[in-house]
Antibody, heavy 121, light 109 residues
Framework: EVQLLESGGGLVQPGGSLRLSCAASGFTFSSYALTWVRQAPGKGLEWVSSISGSRGSTYYADSVKGRFTISRDNSKNTLYLQMNSLRAEDTAVYYC??????????????WGQGTLVTVSS | QSALTQPRSVSGSPGQSVTISCTGTSSDVGGYNYVSWYQQHPGKAPKLMIYDVSKRPSGVPDRFSGSKSGNTASLTISGLQAEDEADYYCCSYAGSHVVFGGGTKLTVL
């Protein structure tokens, strides 16, 4: 059974940093692309970033490019999202998702339960 | 990276059919056959319902179907059931990035 468990969320001040983690199990981690999707309170889903399953190519939404970094540690079966220069508009539940295959644009087949990030002074 | 356009809400009675539209551009929906649909119940994580425009993942009832014409994709739910009441999001590949629709709230009357 595929399991994705996010951690690392919390309250951070504007301009601060946070690193999210997503521990995965139940599949061959290195073979699949992985994605972060966020959802602001009461709002819709927003794609944040994806990393492919082969060469680890990375892709970002314009809203986070230059501030967020996605990475993966295939030896630890863990996905990360380093978030710097955080803004109030980054406040959201952040979901980790396993893509359908190694392609970064393949559909998001399995989702974690999410971790809440709140950016506020 | 503009969001795809969905109606904010749709409704239908049990047993009826409803269709949710998702309008993009030739740079996303119209340019690729990589449209997917997600169902989200309140307080829960999204669930993949349709991918590659019209394919259903294992376990998704065949009451759910997808299609596309030009820059508009559609999700049709036939034989509505109470448990179908949820938010639905379309999603499309847009060449080096991905874009979601704003979401549609489905109410089963």
């Amino acid at each position: 059974e595929v399991q994705l468990l996010e951690s690392g969320g919390g309250l951070v001040q504007p301009g601060g940093s946070l690193r999210l983690s997503c521990a995965a199990s139940g599949f061959t981690f290195s073979s699949y692309a992985l994605t972060w999707v966020r959802q602001a309170p009461g709002k819709g889903l927003e794609w944040v970033s994806s990393i492919s399953g082969s060469r680890g190519s990375t892709y970002y939404a314009d809203s986070v490019k230059g501030r967020f970094t996605i990475s993966r540690d295939n030896s630890k079966n863990t996905l990360y999202l380093q978030m710097n220069s955080l803004r109030a508009e980054d406040t959201a539940v952040y979901y980790c998702a396993k893509n359908f295959d190694w392609l970064s644009y393949s559909p998001f087949q399995h989702w974690g339960q999410g971790t809440l990030v709140t950016v506020s002074s | 990276q503009s969001a795809l356009t969905q109606p904010r809400s749709v409704s239908g009675s049990p047993g009826q059919s409803v269709t949710i539209s998702c309008t993009g551009t030739s740079s996303d929906v119209g340019g690729y056959n990589y449209v997917s649909w997600y169902q989200q119940h309140p307080g829960k994580a999204p669930k993949l319902m349709i991918y590659d425009v019209s394919k259903r993942p294992s376990g998704v009832p065949d009451r759910f179907s997808g299609s596309k014409s030009g820059n508009t994709a559609s999700l049709t739910i036939s034989g509505l059931q109470a448990e179908d009441e949820a938010d639905y999001y379309c999603c499309s590949y847009a060449g080096s990035h991905v874009v979601f629709g704003g979401g549609t709230k489905l109410t089963v009357l």
